[in-house]
């Protein structure tokens, strides 16, 4: 049984579209984690949520921690190829990760 | 560039070779990691060492062994691997394993097994 559900699995988008992507679990985290993944390359850490109801943003990037610190939800406004990637989420101090949503942002 | 070095980035070995992978942190981390990558299951966490002590074993079978000789460098030693331990292993670094610690990974070696 997966810990930290992620979806869609997959989303492909036109430049310039919004999207959001979710993380979500039947048990409650002290905190999670974001991180991209590009091709040929390791995750990085975007943000961390550590307080139910938290917003945090990152330039065009919104995440948001549920208040029952469930889940989480990752925002993207007007899209740019450049946000392509593999988006993970993480709890269980980075113990246990989702599956993972692979964006494809086309220009 | 993270400050996580991997070597080799590929590797194909076959059923009977043994082989190492070598994970080495320029961050004064204290806490090393390795998981695995494979296409169809969420990254999976195989083995944490914080402050070269091996706090977590997460099931993995003996056939992977792990080394971390000091804070800044991390093995993983191989032999008879099946095909389907196929996958990209990453490594990773943090300060230690405090709460919400930043986990740094490297590039990743991507192991074939013929």
């Known amino acids: 049984t997966q810990l930290l559900e992620q979806s869609p699995q997959f989303l492909s988008i036109q430049e310039g579209e919004n999207l959001t992507v979710y993380c979500n679990s039947s048990?409650?985290?002290?905190?999670l984690q974001w991180y991209r993944q590009e091709p040929g390359e390791g995750p990085v850490l975007l943000v961390t949520?550590?307080?139910?109801?938290e917003v945090k943003k990152l330039k065009r990037l919104t995440f948001q921690f549920g208040d029952a610190r469930k889940d989480s939800s990752l925002h993207i406004t007007a899209a740019q190829p450049g946000d392509t990637g593999l988006y993970l989420c993480?709890?269980?101090?980075?113990?246990?990760f989702g599956g993972g949503t692979r964006l494809m942002v086309k220009p | 560039e993270t400050g996580v070095t991997q070597t080799p980035r590929h590797l194909v070995m076959g059923m009977t070779n043994k082989k190492s992978l070598k994970c080495e942190q320029h961050?004064?981390?204290?806490?090393m990691y390795w998981y695995k990558q494979s296409a169809k299951k969420p990254l999976e966490l195989m083995f944490v060492?914080?402050?070269?002590?091996?706090?977590e074993n997460n099931s993995v079978p003996s056939r992977f062994s792990p080394e971390c000789p000091n804070s800044s460098h991390l093995f993983l030693h191989l032999h008879t691997l099946q095909p389907e331990d196929s996958a990209l292993y990453l490594c990773?670094?943090?300060?230690?394993?405090?709460?919400?610690?930043?986990?740094?990974f490297g590039s990743g070696t991507q192991l074939s097994v013929l």
């Open positions: 949520v550590v307080t139910g109801g």
């Open positions: 993480a709890g269980r101090n980075m113990l246990t």
């Open positions: 060492y914080n402050f070269k002590e091996q706090t």
């Open positions: 048990s409650v985290f002290s905190s």
């Open positions: 990773a670094s943090s300060q230690d394993r405090s709460a919400d610690q930043k986990l740094f």
């Open positions: 961050l004064g981390h204290n806490a």
